[in-house]
């Protein structure tokens, strides 16, 4: 049964491969035939390649020096504080935990020097029972203009000497106004994901940064000259100490595959109709040479 089934088979691919053979032979000849059709078609293949490398070369030309973010880098030394903007919010008071005198003396000279420096910051300051802020009203939750968590400081200290070799805190703070995160704007769409935009790209908006470069920094810095002054019982002059930070790591940014994404489906689909149109041409052609 294999045998007899399997002589068809070969049969029938003996006949395709005929007909093939016979198709591709007076395409050769019909080619031959018309020269100068034939030199039309391979230079419009070129001519589709010159198009999309010369696409390629203008974006590049005219966006890559743009937009191409600049490579990891350390920038200059700086202070904080002199970016910090005055307080756009109806936050005015800053909490902190535990509640102990070495906390207190901390978290009040750095308000304090921040008044001194900074247009509008708020001068209120609070403990708080709970280092979750479970305690707070809902109305307190949103007076908070920052949180401040000593979270190796316990209620035994009571002076410099009992502070710890090294002290940790968190920082946290609203962002509300001027300086809200608009998470839901700066997350990245689906489209942006499926065109290949590099995570390092959304680190130069300015709105993921600006909490963070015009209020939270400069808080940060006062906090750290107030321990040093709480520990070292020396005022530092607050041009004594700086902070270093880095820029974003390098990226490119290919605007081919982005801004003029829509450019690579159309030119394909340029080309795909040409094709069309070609070989629907030849065949009505061929139709009518048999008519005659």
């Given at each position: 049964m294999d045998q007899v089934?399997?002589q068809?088979?070969?049969?029938g691919c003996?006949k395709?491969?005929?007909e093939?053979k016979a198709?591709?032979?007076k395409?050769?000849?019909?080619t031959k035939?018309k020269?100068?059709?034939?030199i039309?078609?391979?230079l419009?293949?070129?001519?589709?390649?010159?198009?999309?490398?010369g696409?390629?070369y203008?974006?590049?030309r005219d966006?890559?020096?743009l937009?191409?973010?600049?490579?990891?880098r350390q920038?200059?030394?700086f202070?904080?504080f002199?970016t910090m903007?005055?307080?756009?919010t109806?936050?005015?008071?800053t909490?902190?935990?535990?509640n102990?005198?070495?906390t207190?003396?901390?978290?009040?000279?750095?308000?304090?020097?921040?008044?001194?420096h900074v247009?509008?910051f708020p001068?209120g300051?609070?403990?708080?029972?709970d280092?979750?802020?479970?305690?707070l009203?809902?109305?307190?939750?949103?007076?908070i203009?920052?949180?401040i968590y000593?979270?190796n400081i316990?209620s035994s200290c009571?002076n410099?000497s009992?502070?710890p070799?090294q002290?940790?805190?968190?920082?946290?703070?609203?962002e509300?106004?001027l300086?809200f995160y608009?998470?839901q704007s700066?997350k990245?769409?689906?489209?942006?994901?499926?065109?290949?935009?590099?995570p390092e790209e959304?680190?130069?908006e300015?709105r993921?940064?600006?909490n963070?470069?015009?209020?939270f920094?400069?808080v940060q810095?006062?906090i750290d000259?107030?321990i040093?002054?709480?520990?070292?019982?020396?005022?530092?002059?607050?041009s004594?100490?700086?902070?270093?930070?880095?820029e974003?790591?390098?990226v490119?940014?290919d605007?081919?595959?982005?801004?003029?994404?829509?450019?690579?489906?159309?030119?394909?689909?340029?080309?795909?109709?040409?094709?069309?149109?070609?070989?629907?041409g030849y065949?009505?052609?061929?139709?009518?040479?048999k008519?005659k």
């Amino acid at each position: 049964m294999d045998q007899v089934d399997n002589q068809p088979r070969r049969g029938g691919c003996m006949k395709f491969l005929g007909e093939y053979k016979a198709l591709l032979v007076k395409m050769l000849i019909l080619t031959k035939r018309k020269r100068k059709q034939t030199i039309a078609e391979f230079l419009l293949a070129y001519v589709f390649v010159a198009l999309l490398l010369g696409m390629r070369y203008l974006l590049d030309r005219d966006h890559n020096g743009l937009r191409q973010i600049p490579p990891l880098r350390q920038l200059p030394e700086f202070r904080p504080f002199d970016t910090m903007l005055s307080n756009s919010t109806t936050a005015n008071m800053t909490y902190y935990y535990p509640n102990n005198p070495c906390t207190t003396a901390i978290v009040t000279t750095a308000v304090n020097n921040l008044v001194q420096h900074v247009s509008g910051f708020p001068n209120g300051t609070q403990v708080i029972p709970d280092s979750t802020i479970s305690s707070l009203t809902d109305a307190q939750v949103q007076s908070i203009f920052a949180y401040i968590y000593f979270t190796n400081i316990n209620s035994s200290c009571t002076n410099p000497s009992s502070m710890p070799d090294q002290i940790q805190y968190t920082l946290r703070m609203q962002e509300n106004g001027l300086n809200f995160y608009y998470a839901q704007s700066v997350k990245p769409s689906k489209k942006d994901i499926l065109w290949k935009h590099a995570p390092e790209e959304y680190c130069q908006e300015n709105r993921t940064m600006v909490n963070y470069t015009t209020q939270f920094l400069g808080v940060q810095y006062f906090i750290d000259l107030s321990i040093i002054q709480y520990v070292t019982n020396i005022t530092p002059s607050e041009s004594s100490v700086y902070m270093n930070h880095f820029e974003c790591p390098d990226v490119y940014v290919d605007q081919l595959h982005s801004g003029f994404n829509f450019f690579v489906p159309l030119f394909f689909s340029i080309i795909y109709l040409v094709t069309f149109v070609l070989n629907l041409g030849y065949i009505v052609e061929e139709r009518a040479n048999k008519t005659k």
